[in-house]
């Protein structure tokens, strides 16, 4: 066995202390747990890659209006569940200007960040039909999403992108929706943590596929528009960042404000729901809760169950941060570009060191900016 900076023996047993069974299950926040008691117990500095928290000062912009919003006294009270109007607005506007799709101000629900959003997704998707009672994930993704089905005890079933890419998706992605069980559709673009990009060809196909077999799509845009090989920050211009919204009609757009504005210690982002699928009654959903659509049962049952509403002041901070990017005067992107510098130059650095690209490629182009990489250690891959 080949030495190792850290001792074997020493990190396996930090795991068992944690009562972690089987590692490659870990949650990104248990393997930071694991880490930071490993750090400390052998005095071996750890390069953190397990959470995405790149030491980016948060918009000055968002900090300002945060600012003003609680010196004005609305701490004291309590948001509308519905959201700050203000919000939803610059919300819908910046659907319009960035992705070139319009969704009304009513459909686009602050969250307590898009892990509620996801969350509050899940348990509303589950609910619509009683025969659809499994959610279908294109991977690689967010492993925290799986959890958080884990924790609601619902169904999941998942395939990895990496063999279907291009026309090859359609038959794949079929095989499972043709079966009739499959509630929601669920995938990251750019993609968290591979960093692919789903083409429009691709997003054509499973846009058509989810209105053929009415399945929700749940698409997580928490890179929103970090693809940096082109230039997604002139609102109101092409190129946009590409979406499932221009293929179909029941969809839900994950927007969140902790990587695009460096806005993650505030937990907060939108919940952006098609007209169509807001205004849709479910008889699922009816039955459970004596009425409604499916707008209305997210926000006024799910969210408010969950949490009874979003952060006053960081409602008022990200409606600045959009009203900011809508009108052109913040340029969002260029403050967020250091991802791409960093992940060049750790590529470099694992190269180097024998570790080899897993997702090598993005249909012809190199991936735009994370890296996932296994390393050959005693014959075994390790990811």
Not at 198 to 223: F, M, P
Not at 322 to 346: H, M, S, T
Not at 364 to 380: E, K, P, Q, T, V
Request: proline share 4%; hydrophobic share 40%.
């Amino acid at each position: 066995m080949k030495n190792t900076p850290i001792a074997r023996e020493l990190i396996d047993k930090t795991i068992e202390d944690f009562h972690i069974t089987d590692f490659a299950k870990a949650t990104i926040r248990e393997v930071k747990a694991i880490a930071a008691k490993a750090e400390a117990d052998s005095g071996v500095e750890f390069i953190k890659m397990e959470m995405g928290v790149p030491g980016l000062p948060p918009s000055s912009v968002g900090v300002k209006a945060e600012i003003e919003s609680l010196q004005k006294g609305i701490a004291s009270l309590y948001p509308d569940i519905n959201g700050l109007p203000a919000l939803k607005e610059e919300a819908s506007r910046f659907i319009k200007a960035f992705v070139n799709v319009d969704v009304a101000p009513e459909g686009c629900v602050p969250v307590t960040g898009s892990m509620q959003g996801t969350f509050a997704s899940f348990l509303t998707c589950s609910q619509c039909d009683e025969k659809k009672d499994t959610i279908l994930f294109i991977d690689p993704g967010f492993p925290v999403q799986k959890q958080q089905l884990v924790v609601m005890g619902q169904k999941y079933e998942t395939f990895d992108v990496y063999d279907y890419r291009g026309c090859k998706l359609k038959e794949k992605l079929e095989s499972y929706l043709k079966k009739g069980n499959i509630s929601a559709i669920v995938y990251s673009n750019p993609n968290n943590p591979s960093w692919i990009c789903l083409k429009e060809e691709e997003l054509r196909i499973i846009g058509e596929l989810a209105t053929r077999y009415d399945v929700i799509v749940l698409e997580d845009l928490a890179y929103f528009a970090m693809d940096f090989r082109q230039d997604l920050s002139k609102p109101f211009h092409a190129p946009y960042q590409p979406s499932v919204a221009h293929y179909t009609d029941h969809y839900i757009l994950l927007i969140s404000g902790s990587k695009a504005f460096s806005y993650a210690g505030q937990r907060i982002g939108v919940s952006c729901i098609s007209d169509k699928l807001y205004h849709r009654a479910y008889p699922g959903l009816t039955q459970r809760y004596g009425g409604g659509t499916f707008g209305t049962v997210f926000i006024h049952r799910v969210l408010y169950a969950l949490s009874s509403g979003t952060s006053h002041s960081a409602q008022y901070a990200l409606a600045a941060m959009l009203k900011a990017a809508n009108e052109g005067k913040y340029n969002f992107l260029d403050e967020v570009k250091v991802y791409g510098e960093r992940a060049r130059r750790l590529k470099e650095i694992f190269l180097r060191h024998g570790f080899h690209l897993v997702y090598d490629n993005d249909l012809g182009r190199a991936c735009s900016r994370r890296i996932l990489l296994y390393h050959r250690l005693s014959g075994h891959e390790q990811r």
